[in-house]
């Protein structure tokens, strides 16, 4: 019904920046919340920010000041801004959404595929 397809991951240096993309595409009449969690190597998943369809905020303590989450509704899309960049910020990095799929409220829940991000010099 619904597929999210994240971007943007990669290699970059401490103190660096990256830019994850997650768009949504197929039976979308509306799309409520969205978010950005992680999954590092022997750790559990973990939020790292998520965004309501008001624009509403939260994020991850560890996160906060360094990340920025966003969306675009046109595009069906969330954004999240990494800056600062810390090894301890590697991970493979989801994105979720919950979908109205048609007028009759009927929604989705789901994941991606994953992007890695690895912070390394």
């Known amino acids: 019904q619904v597929q999210l397809v994240e971007s943007g991951g990669g290699l970059v240096q401490p103190g660096g920046s990256l830019r994850l993309s997650c768009a949504a595409s197929?039976?979308?009449?509306?799309?409520?919340?969205m978010g950005w969690y992680r999954q590092a190597p022997g750790k559990q998943r973990e939020v790292v920010a998520a965004?309501?369809?008001?624009?509403?905020?939260n994020y991850a303590d560890s996160v906060k000041g360094r990340f920025t989450i966003s969306r675009d509704n046109a595009k069906s899309t969330v954004y999240l801004q990494m800056n600062g960049l810390k090894p301890e910020d590697t991970a493979v990095y989801y994105c979720?959404?919950?979908?109205?799929?048609?007028?009759?409220?009927?929604?989705?829940?789901?994941w991606g595929q994953g992007t890695q991000v690895t912070v390394s010099s």
């Open positions: 979720d959404a919950e979908v109205q799929t048609d007028p009759n409220g009927s929604t989705w829940y789901g």
């Open positions: 197929g039976s979308i009449f509306s799309i409520y919340a």
């Open positions: 965004i309501s369809k008001g624009d509403i905020t």
